[in-house]
Every structure is written in structure tokens, then in C-alpha cells.
């Protein structure tokens, strides 16, 4: 049997999903998450072979999900399930280790079947969003989109100065960066544009 957990913040969905892969008789819902902070936390205990999970969710994304298991020596191989079909989105998933990247619009049938290749080792990801992720590369680094989507919840300089333990001088140096290299008017256009290529 193929353990999967899955971490989706919208209850509906999460509990669809979970109905759909119980159907197949190799695959095994072994936990569900509402975010990645709750699937990591599962992660360490129920021994998923694969992590399904969403893009964007509160307290951690699914992208810093599949980059922490990938830190703490995890096995479990992680597959994104998501709205988001943005070159930038799959690249950064791919650099965080994800084997498998699927559309939330893919016929169902394509998702027991990605969960199969990516447990036997092999990739799943939709090759046309593949070869986009390679055409249109993140300029943005780490730190740089930590400071930017704080800016985007709201936050003052002050605030995600204290938040992520750097001085407010060096906030604003990373924000007027973000600001340059995206060609963008100010924090919050900067944050917009970084949303929709899929870099935020």
C-alpha cells in the first residue's frame, strides 16, 4: 500500500481528495493536514511514502513543506497539487525536491497515477508547464521574497524587521531590491507582479 498524507487548507477539498485516492486499492490516506506546518508535524510520525499538498496554505506553503522534509532527511516524496500552472511556482517546487506537480483542473484519474510514478521513483509534471518554468527564471532570491511577502500581508518595515530578526535598514535594502528587479513602482506592486509570474 502507498502511504499518503495530504495537506490542503480548504476542508471541502481535502476531504474530497481524500474520499477520491481511498477508492484506489493501493493507496492508503494515512493523515490529513489543513497546512504544511500540521503535515510536517504528521510527517515525522505517520511515515507518509507521499506528501500531497497544496501551494498556498497559512503558517507554512507547501513549497516550504517539501523543503523542510527534504532538510530533515525525509523519505517521503512530495507531490503538489495546485491552482496555480505558473512556470515560476513549478521551478521553485522543483529546487525544493517535489516530484510531482499536478494541476487541480487534471482529470482525477491523472492523480492516483502521478501519486504510483512518483512512489516508484519516477517524475510527474505536466511537460508543457516544464518546459515554461525553464523560459521565465526567478530573479527574486530567499530572502528577498521572505521580506516582499510580508510586505504583501501588511507589514511595516518595523514589524518584518522584528519578524525575521534583520535591522529595518536591511528590510528596506531587500524590498528596494525586489522593487528594482522587477521593474515594479513600489512594495505592493512588486508583490503583485512577483504573484502572478509565480515567484511569490
Do not use: C
Not at 490529513?32 to 497559512?58: F, S
Not at 528590510?171 to 512594495?187: C, F, M, P, T
Amino acid at each position: 500500500m502507498i502511504r499518503v498524507l495530504i495537506a490542503e487548507d480548504q476542508s471541502m477539498v481535502l476531504g474530497a481528495l481524500a474520499a477520491l485516492l481511498e477508492l484506489e486499492p493501493d493507496i492508503d490516506v494515512v493523515g490529513r493536514a489543513r497546512d504544511g506546518r500540521e503535515a510536517l508535524e504528521q510527517a515525522a510520525t505517520l511515515q507518509p511514502h507521499v506528501v500531497l499538498t497544496d501551494i498556498e496554505m497559512p503558517r507554512m506553503t507547501g513549497l516550504e513543506l517539501a523543503a523542510e522534509l527534504r532538510q530533515r532527511g525525509s523519505t517521503a516524496r512530495v507531490v503538489i497539487l495546485t491552482t496555480f500552472g505558473r512556470g515560476g511556482y513549478l521551478r521553485r517546487a522543483l529546487e525544493a525536491g517535489v516530484t510531482g506537480y499536478l494541476l487541480k483542473d487534471s482529470p482525477s484519474e491523472q492523480l492516483a497515477e502521478a501519486i504510483r510514478r512518483v512512489h516508484a521513483g519516477l517524475r510527474s509534471i505536466d511537460p508543457e508547464l516544464a518546459a515554461a518554468a525553464w523560459d521565465d527564471p526567478d530573479p527574486l532570491t530567499d530572502r528577498e521574497r521572505q521580506v516582499l511577502r510580508l510586505a504583501a500581508e501588511g507589514h511595516s518595515t518595523a514589524r518584518i524587521a522584528a519578524e525575521i530578526h534583520l535591522s529595518e535598514g536591511t528590510v528596506r535594502n531587500y524590498l528596494s531590491e525586489a522593487i528594482s528587479k522587477l521593474g515594479a513602482e513600489n512594495r505592493v506592486d512588486a508583490a503583485r507582479i512577483a504573484r502572478q509570474r509565480g515567484w511569490l
